[in-house]
């Protein structure tokens, strides 16, 4: 018999809890949420978890947010452990269906610290929220932090757009560079953060 591992697991680290203990349940505005992940988005990085990324997912009209989540790429040792995924699926636990836009549930929202990378535009897509709200867009981000975030086409928001998912833009976008910038500075400064899918040296 062929000895194979046979399950994984993924989980917030706990210092999420120190981070939600004065948050709200609901949110309404776009920019407290966003507000929210580049607290956890800085966190992250600083505690070892993995990249400086972070997500939520929320009920797009009460605001209250069904779940968040970290990139925890480098504690897990799972590279599709991205802030995103991680997000979207423990809203799917947290509402009990693989379709985040399912008959019977509120209309949800993903919000993240930028533009999904190739590997969560997917996730994002076939999630069924019904929202997408970014800090930013374009390359700044794998210019600063040089990670590789994959070939996401020139219209990846029209994408989104025809399949009912609305796309909102730039909130909070100059916050979102100076957590990337602050995390630059440290991979720059110290061997001990790690950027796990740099380039390496390629273009």
Not at 11 to 31: F, M, Q, T
Not at 35 to 40: E, I
Not at 55 to 67: Q, T, Y
Not at 175 to 197: G, H
């Amino acid at each position: 018999m062929i000895d194979i591992a046979r399950e994984y697991r993924v989980a917030l680290p706990a210092w999420i809890d120190d981070e939600l203990a004065d948050a709200p349940a609901a949110v309404p505005s776009r920019e407290d949420r966003m507000r929210l992940v580049h607290r956890l988005a800085d966190r992250n990085w600083r505690e070892g978890n993995g990249g400086p990324f972070a997500a939520l997912v929320a009920e797009r009209e009460s605001g209250r947010i069904v779940s968040v989540g970290v990139n925890v790429v480098l504690s897990t040792g799972v590279s599709s452990a991205h802030a995103e995924v991680v997000a979207l699926g423990l809203a799917q636990i947290a509402t009990g269906s693989w379709d985040l836009g399912g008959d019977g549930l509120p209309s949800h929202e993903l919000v993240v610290n930028w533009r999904p990378c190739v590997q969560c535009y997917g996730a994002t897509m076939w999630s069924g929220v019904r929202g997408l709200v970014v800090a930013g867009q374009g390359p700044e981000l794998e210019e600063i932090t040089t990670f590789d975030e994959g070939p996401v086409g020139a219209d990846w928001a029209e994408q989104f757009e025809t399949r009912g998912i609305e796309v909102v833009r730039d909130v909070l976008r100059d916050e979102a560079l100076a957590v990337f910038r602050d995390y630059r500075k440290a991979v720059d400064e110290s061997d001990e953060v790690v950027v796990y899918n740099a380039r390496g040296g390629t273009e």
